[in-house]
């Protein structure tokens, strides 16, 4: 029976790593991430079943969430994860013990949480949480508003740029955040004003790729080969242009870059007519697809998808695309996460 419980825990930590890791994948769709995350929630259920006590040879994660550590904002923060997983831990834990997110909301007290809180709250809890973000964390409030589509907050949002007491980091925030609220903004502009404020997120630069015009998206492609080549080769698969696919296949010959080409090429063709290039097995195609001018995603032209049908069958980096080209579409709407909890929510109002 010991060896039963110690095989229990062995199965949950091998479950939640490969969670951890899915969401660098370019080959997992929602449906195998939600079977993923039930099969995963499962087995901590029957842990929290049999192995209530705390046990010194169980994973510490494991023994946070039986024991309910994970319970309290400030612990589950001091975890030693990166952001993403203690949100992922925390929604693991509402659904094993049938909660809803409120119960983390309701802790919301210190700007230190506030990060936290912005990836885990949704749109009907953001306009509470808005307000009381004002009060000691401006650069999260300003966060929250563009993240869920709170568009009644557009006109406070704009009072806020001629706030001259506002740090250069906070003030390209509110205008990425007014972006996302349907103000036309240039995209190289919000661009060049977060990495100057260092905080340029990869999620940033992929919505605002995908806004750009071609014109903006090879001056932003550029600029990042000057400085970020890694982040460059992410904004060209986003970027959705053909025209980059010859490059990215040189790059990818670097074993140093070889997993981001790739992976931008994924993004771009779909992962068969991307192996298929990185193999040599379609120099025709691989001219074809150079010749295109329309961007694309997934191997089709932007203009002609079923984004919905895209958030279902894409891989992270296309559901994320389908996701930020709808709320573009329909200012308003709050962005999805494709890596959270279930996969996320597809925009709606």
Same mark, same amino acid.
């Given at each position: 029976m010991m060896q039963t419980f110690t095989d229990l825990a062995e199965r949950s930590n091998l479950l939640w790593l490969q969670r951890v890791r899915l969401?660098?994948?370019?080959?997992?769709?929602?449906?195998?991430?939600?079977?993923?995350?039930? /099969?995963?929630?499962?087995?901590? /259920?029957?842990?929290?079943?049999?192995? *209530?006590?705390? *046990?010194?040879?169980?994973?510490f994660w494991l023994n946070a969430v039986l024991n309910n550590h994970v319970a309290e904002l400030d612990k589950i923060l001091a975890l030693p994860f990166a952001l993403s997983a203690q949100v992922l831990l925390a929604e693991l834990w509402l659904a094993l013990q049938q909660k809803n997110k409120a119960h983390y909301f309701e802790q919301y007290c210190r700007p230190e949480q506030s990060q936290f809180i912005c990836l885990l709250a949704d749109k009907p809890a953001a306009g509470r949480l808005f307000r009381a973000m004002q009060d000691f964390d401006i650069r999260s409030a300003i966060q929250i508003a563009g993240h869920s589509g709170l568009t009644m907050q557009r006109a406070a949002l704009q009072q806020l740029a001629a706030d001259n007491t506002l740090d250069t980091a906070s003030l390209a925030e509110l205008n990425y955040s007014l972006y996302l609220l349907g103000h036309h903004i240039d995209e190289y502009d919000i661009v060049q004003q977060l990495q100057s404020a260092e905080c340029l997120t990869p999620r940033q630069l992929q919505l605002l790729?995908?806004?750009?015009? +071609?014109?903006?998206?090879? /001056? &932003?492609?550029?600029?990042?080969?000057?400085?970020? &080549?890694? #982040?460059?080769?992410?904004?060209?698969?986003?970027?959705?242009?053909?025209?980059?696919?010859?490059? #990215?296949?040189? &790059?990818? *010959?670097?074993?140093?870059?070889? !997993?981001?080409?790739?992976? +931008? #090429? &994924?993004?771009?063709? @779909?992962?068969? !007519?991307?192996?298929?290039?990185?193999? @040599?097995?379609?120099?025709?195609?691989?001219?074809?697809?150079?010749?295109?001018?329309?961007?694309?995603?997934?191997?089709? %032209?932007?203009?002609? %998808?079923?984004? +919905?049908?895209?958030?279902?069958? @894409?891989?992270?980096?296309? *559901?994320? +695309?389908?996701? !930020?080209?709808?709320?573009?579409?329909?200012? @308003?709407?709050?962005l999805a996460e494709p890596n959270n909890w279930q996969g996320g929510v597809w925009p709606t109002a």
């Open positions: 969401g660098s994948s370019d080959y997992i769709t929602l449906s195998q991430l939600q079977q993923h995350d039930y /099969r995963l929630l499962q087995s901590v /259920r029957l842990c929290q079943r049999y192995l *209530r006590q705390q *046990r010194d040879d169980m994973p790729l995908l806004g750009a015009s +071609a014109e903006h998206k090879v /001056r &932003i492609v550029n600029a990042l080969c000057i400085s970020d &080549i890694a #982040l460059a080769v992410n904004a060209m698969g986003f970027s959705g242009l053909a025209k980059f696919c010859p490059l #990215l296949l040189e &790059i990818a *010959r670097e074993p140093a870059h070889h !997993a981001a080409a790739q992976s +931008a #090429l &994924i993004t771009m063709l @779909g992962a068969l !007519a991307a192996d298929n290039l990185l193999n @040599g097995k379609a120099a025709e195609q691989s001219q074809h697809v150079a010749d295109t001018i329309e961007p694309l995603l997934g191997g089709q %032209l932007q203009s002609r %998808l079923n984004l +919905a049908a895209c958030w279902l069958s @894409g891989n992270q980096y296309q *559901r994320f +695309a389908a996701a !930020a080209l709808q709320v573009m579409q329909q200012p @308003g709407l709050a």
